[in-house]
């Protein structure tokens, strides 16, 4: 089987594992994408939101999705309910790939899966009385009679705990708390089997936050839902999920059973995101992990693993074996500061900024190696290569700058995108330090620090 996502073909296998997290799965995800700007309209590469992600979420599930803002936890959300279009991969509803329905066909399938909001603000008609709100999927998908709808429509709304005299009121009258009970009574209007919750506490007060999990959780085991519940917030997932994925930047780093993940993350983004977290006790020091640099941009995500820029556990090349962890982390800084300035000058005010003489001033490269290097007695060989790059930023060569230095000093990590391997029971990673030939990620690293003045 040849996959076209840039997973290698051998990693079927062990995605396909990692997939299996359920016996009695509701939904298949297989090497899913969805990129924006495809059509190339700007000229520029398309963003590419989701790519490659494989997962299934078991009938009565709660799967949690985690990552920061911008890896893309929406657009999956959005793209298993056929929201947005997809460019690569299936998705699967009981055997059915829902990627590839007709417009009838879809409508007729959409009553089955529906999406709550983060801001309930937005996702709602303002104009619209509460009872038209939750009655409109009724009314869209010509659901019984009139008469039927209307009972339906008050049955939710108590359900949801709101009251019946709130049937002709308008939105603005209510509370962040009560206008999410307004959207989850709409999104279960139809009596869907799979309902994708996107950051549905995140607008709301922590102690109103409970509230609404709560009812989630009671609607889920009163109509057998299943979920995918998206998240920033860790705690959140913690309380309710039976599992948890962890994207970045477009990728399924790791999954798992939800306290398993927590206790024992293995993949390396997993562990960065963790240690993340404020401990409730401060005087309880943590590892922490302070990621370096700046997120990549997903229009231009790294080569190899995608978070190969940021990881502390970046495999070293075998023949850079004798270099210190200083001078590694040096040249680890300096390749950075390469990176994020050919990225600035790509970006389009940067270049009109140039035009008009008001271009960013860099330090000069030759100081910044100074600076990292000239203390430090480094093999010739390594030298000569990091002079060179030098010489090419200063003539404005950065990208083949980068690539020199990439075939020089990147490994594996930089080199190839990392299948998924098997962690745990039931938990699957994705990164080269699972496979067989190198050290699995131990004790954590200390907190890389910068080896430039501020
Ligand atoms: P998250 O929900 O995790 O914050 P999103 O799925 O909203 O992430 O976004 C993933 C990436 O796709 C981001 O870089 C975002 O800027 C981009 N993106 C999201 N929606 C669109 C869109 N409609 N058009 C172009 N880019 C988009
Ligand atoms: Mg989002």
Redesign the pocket.
Known sequence: MTRTDGVPADAVGTDRYAARGHPDPLVVVDGLRTY??SEKLFGGSP?K??DGVSFEIGRGETLGIV????????????SLLRL?DVDGGRVEFEGTDVTTLGRRELKRWRRNAQMVYQDPTTSINERLTVGRIVREPLDVHDWKTPAERRERVSTLLDRVGLRPEHYHRYPHQFSGGQRQRIGIARALALEPEFVVL??PVSALDVSVQAKILNLLADLQEEFGLTYML?A?DLSVVRHICDRVGV?YL?KLMEIGPTEQLFRSPSNPYTRSLLSAIPHPDPSVGTDRITLRGTPP???DPPSGCVFSTRCPYKIRPEEHAALTDDQWARIEEFRNVIRERDRAEESLIDRLKGRLGLGRRFTPIDSIAADLFDGTALPEDVRDDLDRATELVADGELGTARTALAERFGGVCEADAPSQHRVGDGQASRCHRHAAEYDEPAALPDEPESFLPE
């Open positions: 924006y700007g963003v939101a989701v990552g920061e803002s911008g890896c893309g936890k929406t657009t999956l959300g959005r947005e996107d950051e998206i920033h994207m477009g941009s997903p229009r």
